[in-house]
T-cell receptor, first 108, second 114 residues
Framework: GIQVEQSPPDLILQEGANSTLRCNFSDSVNNLQWFHQNPWGQLINLFY???GTKQNGRLSATTVATERYSLLYISSSQTTDSGVYFCAVGSNDYKLSFGAGTTVTVRA | DTAVSQTPKYLVTQMGNDKSIKCEQN?????MYWYKQDSKKFLKIMFS???????INETVPNRFSPKSPDKAHLNLHINSLELGDSAVYFC?????????????FGSGTRLTVV
């Protein structure tokens, strides 16, 4: 299956800071999604982004499929941004494979 | 109106028992999934159904049996529970099985086997 590597594994931010999370994958994909798992365990779909750039409020994501990576940008971070951010990719086997996640802690 | 709802939210049970987790989606999606999240937060697919038909069956013990009575429901039955089954189980749905759309997850069921 496709290997998914996320970096950094942990990130501590001061409220108001910007950050970039990275997702590298080992093969071509036709599906890439970013999720946020909040401290209560709920998994929220942030972006469906197999290629290109999307923005949603303070969050944006870019996937460069030809170079096999995706980036998630968090701007002006807030304490509610804390949690684990997962990148998940899918290919011809129709399975969505998750990375190990980046744990983000935003301090007030 | 919850899009993907799972019940129960918490389940504590003894080894050897049989238990079920229910999942329902009101999004009109064709495809539903069960994922398992372990203690290190790693998410792994277990099963997928498309219009009531099993399409993904990962290497899980056959004590786990999914059932889809219709495309809006996907239940997970677990026989002879073991300590290692303790985890959070997530149900999810998507518009199709071809990875053309994003996934919507339920809020999870935390299973603790004692």
């Amino acid at each position: 299956g496709i290997q998914v590597e996320q970096s950094p594994p942990d990130l501590i931010l001061q409220e108001g800071a910007n950050s970039t999370l990275r997702c590298n994958f080992s093969d071509s994909v036709n599906n890439l999604q970013w999720f946020h798992q909040n401290p209560w365990g709920q998994l929220i779909n942030l972006f469906y982004i197999p290629s290109g750039t999307k923005q949603n409020g303070r969050l944006s994501a870019t996937t460069v499929a030809t170079e096999r990576y995706s980036l998630l940008y968090i701007s002006s971070s807030q304490t509610t941004d804390s949690g684990v951010y997962f990148c998940a990719v899918g290919s011809n086997d129709y399975k969505l494979s998750f990375g190990a996640g980046t744990t983000v802690t935003v301090r007030a | 109106d919850t899009a993907v709802s799972q019940t129960p939210k918490y389940l504590v049970t003894q080894m050897g028992n049989d238990k079920s987790i229910k999942c329902e989606q009101n999004l009109g999606h064709d495809t539903m999934y069960w994922y398992k999240q372990d203690s290190k937060k790693f998410l792994k697919i277990m099963f997928s159904y498309n219009n009531k038909e099993l399409i993904i069956n990962e290497t899980v013990p056959n004590r786990f049996s999914p059932k889809s009575p219709d495309k809006a429901h996907l239940n997970l039955h677990i026989n002879s529970l073991e300590l290692g089954d303790s985890a959070v189980y997530f149900c999810a749905s998507s518009q199709d099985s071809l990875l053309n759309y994003g996934y919507t997850f339920g809020s999870g069921t935390r299973l603790t086997v004692v």
